[in-house]
């Protein structure tokens, strides 16, 4: 069966599938009809149990028996989501993306725009227990981070109606949502502006990154919680604050570059140190088990409770990102976990949900589950060529060096082909060098003209047979075999990153 949910809200019918020369058999065709799949009750009870799934297969695939899909047809599949968007503004000259499904509906979501000439945001959500939750940080945290970014005088163009909400975020493209949604979201995105104005005193832009992080999320767990108090309550609203999201956020200013991190997604930058040669330098470190760090700090913040806390790698045994927005449960008092509880047990569109038990086992002293994001700072520098952005969907098949590697031998792929730069005062041993060299390079030369793509589809990969058997898998097995997969690849300009720091005086002419 061809994994082809990857065309969730998007539209992809029937005529686009043929158009792209991909054949469904009658055994296939109820995957097209889970594209329409959309969050209910129902839907997001199956997906609450993948919260404690491991991806990891415990068995070797068994690439004889599974689906046959021609080359055409891989290619097909691979490039359903995938996008480009031309900058050439500032330091950013491109952004390459893709995303791949392996949850029905998939749980990732993706955001890009611009705040101003130079200024630039880039996101990777990387949901949990549905996709309410991702859904929602992708569609406000960007106007979050434009609030806490925002001077005195913007703040009160904003407040006084001089400057529409709407004009706060350049979007290259957005989810949409609905119009109660939109009102809820305006009147909390008001109140940050008109709370921020009121406080307003300079920060770094570190600490101004925290801040909006921790806003959305505290606005979303509000929102969530049923009680009398909350008039705005909607049951949507509480399905994302149950399901959890991941994030990753690079924010670039001129050539300034951070990267905000909360979970379990990363920050690859890809630097050019010689010819042919790249260093891969993490910008984001996961949250997770395998970080003695974050370990150190739950166990400090939760004293005599090591025991309870993390259990086979897990919060509780059973979420993995120790940092994330959303997943309510683990940070309501114990009080207010337990009227949620009784809530789930008495309103009929959510019982059964979490299987009637909404509090943890040994959940004594909560918040376990934090929203501040570790925030990294680069400087850009000419031999910075490119800044990989992906879920850990990408990462749990290809190691940072690997991705880098990949992306750097796209480059020179696609560069041989257009800039074949010949001296013609070679000596014969030159010119022979030069040409073994360019040979090698048009031999490993990607299929795929977007680096996201061939990112994919070399986590899945490389060879034809194992990206096929990865492709036909059905829905109750795919998600035990891998995890869904964003990736962006943001390119670099050189050349204004070298005069903007001469300019600034960071390097000499």
Known sequence: MIRACAAFRRGVS?????????????????????????????????????????????????????????????????????????????????VDINRLAANDPIEDRDGYASLGPSEFLFGVYDGHGGCGCSSTVSERLFHYIAISLADYSLLEDIITGNLGMNNLV???????????????????IMK??????????????EQHLKDAFVRLDHDIIQEGIPSESN????SDSLFSAMAGSCALVSYIDGTDLYVANLGDCRAVLGVKVQESEYAAVPLSYAHDAHNASEI??????HKNESTN???????????????????????LSLTEVKELERYFNTNHEVRGYYDNRVVPPNYKTPPYLISEPEVIKHKLTPKDKFLVLASDGLFD??????????????IDGKQILIDPQIDTNMNLK??????????????????DDNAATHLIRNALGPEHRQISYYLSLPDNVCRTQRDDMTVSVIFFDSDYIKDKNVSDGIIKK
């Open 14 to 94: 029937f005529t686009t599938f043929n158009d792209a020369r991909v054949t469904l058999d009658k055994s296939q065709f109820h995957v097209l009809q889970s594209c329409k799949y959309h969050v209910t009750p129902k839907n997001l009870k199956r997906n609450r149990s993948r919260v404690l799934v491991s991806f990891k297969s415990v068995t070797k695939p068994d690439l004889e028996s599974s689906a046959k899909l021609s080359p055409q047809q891989v290619t097909s599949i691979l490039e359903l989501e995938q996008r480009r968007f031309e900058i050439q503004e500032g330091a950013v000259k491109s």
């Open 170 to 188: 350049n979007w290259y493209q957005k989810e949409t949502y609905s119009e109660r949604s939109k009102r809820l979201y305006m009147r909390a």
């Open 192 to 205: 940050y502006a008109q709370e921020s104005l009121a406080a307003h005193e300079p920060s770094s832009i």
């Open 231 to 234: 008039k705005e309550f909607h």
């Open 296 to 301: 150190r700090r739950i166990l400090d913040q």
């Open 309 to 331: 806390i993390i259990r086979n790698n897990r919060l509780f045994g059973e979420l993995a990102p120790l940092r994330a927005f959303g997943d309510l449960r683990y940070k």
């Open 397 to 410: 098949m290809l190691t940072p060096e690997k991705v880098v590697k990949l992306v750097a031998g796209h």
């Open 430 to 447: 030159s010119m022979n060098r030069y040409l073994v060299e360019r040979k090698t390079k048009l031999a490993n030369r990607s299929i």
